[in-house]
């Protein structure tokens, strides 16, 4: 069986610029999950800012508590993001070759980003379901991956998948402005390159900016979806229960507990913070995947042809 190396080397990039970006915005993530969570109980909040959030942390001695479920975290973007891209980049060369087409349209992008998105969705539940609880439960509380997806029955391991798979327009969304922006800005360079060189990159810069941009329309556009998962995932142990009143983990459970304490500004609280944490891990995800493509795809050809040397010359003894 042969892979596509160039879809390989676009999974291989883009899975390494997950990995980096989650990392380093892994506490800022922790704090926006938590906020996000929480449900307005008796009228306050326990956590009125995003900042609150970092304090609580701090004033108990548990910062390194903002870590907690990176290793899963890590997991779940690194498995995800592989898939996403090598799913992505696969489709749209399968389309392109079956279509004879030059260039794939908006509605074909929006199509195959969303079909990419809901195979990911699908094979990578269990791990999302499994972070959000490590990251919202309280602090110093988390419990190992084994534990939180044994804790209750298979299928709450998948719990939000029908959220997630709504939510593969966010992406299908983000990667279509994405690209449509960068073959904008190459297109006088999109001459074509002749087979196994290096594929046209965009400078740090451009990608960082182009990235901010696309995954900014995203996220606004699905926010309302975005909030109703995490309380569908998110924790509830006994020091979380009283500013996270347990409701039922299905969309119209969260909606209606949603809307009965918070009202309609209920479905955007926090989208300051969604915001700024997908727009600065977007930013650096894409910023470095255009980076080290061409590093990746050089490092790819050299293994093609080391296993082929190899296998050749065990075939000539």
């Known amino acids: 069986m042969s892979f596509d190396?160039?879809?390989?080397?676009e999974a291989t990039s883009?899975?390494?610029g997950s990995l980096v970006s989650t990392t380093i915005l892994y506490p800022l993530d922790t704090c926006k999950s938590k906020y996000q969570a929480e449900v307005r109980s008796h009228g306050q909040r326990r956590y009125r800012y995003l900042s609150d959030v970092l304090w609580e942390a701090i004033k108990s001695n548990q910062v390194l508590s903002l870590y907690q479920g990176l290793g899963t975290k890590?997991?779940?973007s690194f498995v995800s993001q592989f898939l996403y891209f090598y799913g992505y980049s696969y489709f749209k060369k399968l389309y392109l070759a079956k279509t004879g087409a030059?260039?794939?349209g908006t509605k074909a992008n929006l199509l195959l980003a969303a079909a990419a998105g809901a195979c990911n969705a699908i094979l990578t539940q269990p791990l999302d379901t499994a972070s959000s609880r490590m990251q919202t439960s309280a602090f110093g509380k988390s419990k190992g991956l084994f534990t939180t997806l044994t804790e209750g029955s298979w299928s709450d391991a998948f719990d939000g998948l029908g959220v997630s798979l709504l939510l593969t327009s966010n992406p299908a969304i983000q990667y279509?402005?994405?690209d449509q922006l960068k073959q904008n800005l190459l297109k006088g360079n999109q001459n074509k390159t002749e087979q196994g060189s290096?594929?046209?990159?965009l400078s740090a810069f451009t990608a960082f900016v182009l990235g901010a941009i696309s995954k900014s329309i995203?996220?606004?556009?699905?926010?309302?979806?975005?909030?109703?998962?995490?309380?569908?995932?998110a924790a509830h142990d006994d020091e979380t229960k009283d500013n996270r009143p347990k409701v039922q983990r299905t969309v119209p459970g969260v909606?209606?507990?949603i809307w009965k304490r918070e009202g309609i500004p209920g479905f955007f609280k926090g989208l300051q913070a969604q915001i700024l944490k997908t727009v600065l891990s977007s930013a650096l995800l894409l910023m470095i995947k255009e980076k080290i493509t061409s590093t990746t795809w050089v490092l790819i050809l050299a293994a093609r042809r080391y296993l082929f040397l190899t296998r050749h010359r065990l075939k000539s003894s």
């Open 14 to 16: 883009g899975a390494i």
């Open 5 to 9: 190396l160039e879809s390989l080397s």
């Open 176 to 178: 279509t402005v994405f």
């Open 74 to 76: 890590n997991l779940q």
């Open 198 to 201: 290096s594929p046209v990159v």
């Open 218 to 233: 995203a996220t606004i556009l699905t926010y309302p979806a975005i909030r109703c998962k995490v309380m569908i995932q």
């Open 255 to 257: 909606v209606h507990s």
């Open 102 to 104: 030059k260039s794939i």
